[in-house]
């Protein structure tokens, strides 16, 4: 079924009969049809002595937790990184509204006022070419 297995177990009931099956097939070519694509592996067999079904399991279970343990953790991690860019993402637009909201304030009092709008306008071009700074002190800038 396209699956690679590198390892595999086999319970005997009798354990001299496992002993000769082990000794016997360990090294051997697998053998088949020539053609099968195992033809030419060779068996790597080995009995384990005192060593129970429950052991295996309980083996497999214990890397099976730990790998769902590691999932679920970059899940977590996946999580908390997706959460914290859209926080971002809706403090910019919460930004970008509050700076359009007081732009169009602005705008809105300025239309009434000319004389306020062209002094700002003014104020804000001395502030950039360094005017109106006390003496002694040099216009930091780009």
Not at 41 to 58: G, R, V
Not at 78 to 102: H, I
Request: hydrophobic content about 35%; aromatic content about 10%; glycine content about 10%.
């Amino acid at each position: 079924s396209g699956k690679n297995f590198t390892e595999g177990w086999v319970e005997f009931e009798d354990k001299s009969i496992a002993k000769t099956v082990a000794a016997t097939l360990n090294g051997q070519q697998i053998g088949g049809k020539r053609r099968s694509a195992y033809h030419f592996d060779l068996w790597c067999m080995k009995y384990l002595p005192k060593f129970k079904w429950d052991h295996l399991t309980e083996e497999i279970n214990y890397e099976k937790a730990i790998r769902e343990q590691r999932m679920a953790q970059e899940l977590a991690s996946a999580k908390r990184e997706r959460d914290f860019y859209l926080s971002r993402v809706d403090k910019a637009k919460a930004q970008a509204a509050m700076a359009e909201r007081r732009q169009k304030k602005q705008q809105q009092q300025g239309y009434g006022d000319g004389q306020r709008d062209a002094a700002a306008a003014a104020t804000a071009a001395a502030a950039a070419a360094g005017e109106g700074q006390p003496e002694g002190l040099a216009a930091v800038g780009g």
